[in-house]
């Protein structure tokens, strides 16, 4: 996923208001943007830190800078959560997922379970459907360990739950987390902070549900995704 026109560089001054941030042009000058990411964003909001936005000149705006990516850790990570799905629609395509290909359509956004819409339905050749919901990941406490998720989420909670149910109908289903940024070669879910989730996740892993963790490059040309990585399931709860 390339950017263009290209990024430009700021300074942080502080994310507010969930969608909202103040930060410094390099030449000084203040500008208010949006946040496309109303998540805790735990790490990602120090004061001061290098940012890259995104700028729009349609007359329906109310902001200009777009929030797309924060240097922290030493490295680009990119939080526009609306990404994660057009990362991992490239990485399908692209058969960066060999256990997700072979299928002869793609379709977006299918309604599916109870209430939910499904980021993916794979179907065709011969195969049965598979429903591939998509998370997008950026939190980071441990050196090299990339956690999902940061803070509390129901709506994630039931997704598995449905997609559990998919899977007990006799179709695949599928967790694929997106993770933005490169300096991490694993994923843990973070039952310390969503214990419910991580419960979910252990009863939906029971029932069939499969997941895939996808590494991104970060630059402030592209983010792409690179490679899979491990999911470490130390830690979480008992069935």
């Not at 390339?2 to 030449?27: C, E, H, I, M, N």
């Not at 946040?35 to 990602?44: K, V």
């Not at 797309?68 to 994660?84: K, R, S, Y």
């Amino acid at each position: 996923m390339l950017f263009d026109p290209p990024l430009v560089r700021a300074t942080l001054v502080q994310r507010y208001k969930r969608f909202l941030f103040d930060a410094l042009l390099d030449d000084g000058t203040p500008v208010t943007g949006f946040c496309p990411n109303t998540g805790s964003m735990r790490g990602l909001t120090t004061p001061g830190s290098p940012i890259w936005m995104s700028v729009h000149d349609s007359p329906t705006r109310k902001y200009r800078h777009m929030l797309e990516m924060v240097e922290a850790d030493g490295t680009l990570v990119g939080i526009n959560a609306a990404f994660a799905n057009r990362i991992a629609e490239e990485a399908l395509v692209a058969g960066l997922v060999p256990d997700l290909g072979g299928y002869g359509r793609l379709r977006r956004e299918q309604r599916y379970g109870a209430r939910s819409r499904i980021d993916f339905l794979l179907s065709g050749s011969g195969r049965h459907n598979c429903y591939v919901e998509v998370k997008n990941v950026h939190f980071m406490r441990a050196l090299g360990l990339a956690e999902f998720p940061d803070t509390v989420t129901t709506r994630g909670a039931r997704h598995l739950e449905e997609l559990g149910d998919m899977a007990e109908a006799g179709h695949r289903a599928v967790m694929l987390y997106v993770v933005q940024r490169q300096d991490c070669d694993r994923l843990r879910l973070c039952s310390d902070l969503d214990p419910r989730y991580a419960a979910a996740f252990r009863r939906a892993a029971a029932r069939g549900v499969e997941a895939y963790v996808l590494r991104c490059r970060v630059t402030p040309q592209e983010i792409v995704a690179t490679d899979l990585i491990a999911m470490d399931e130390a830690g979480l709860p008992a069935l």
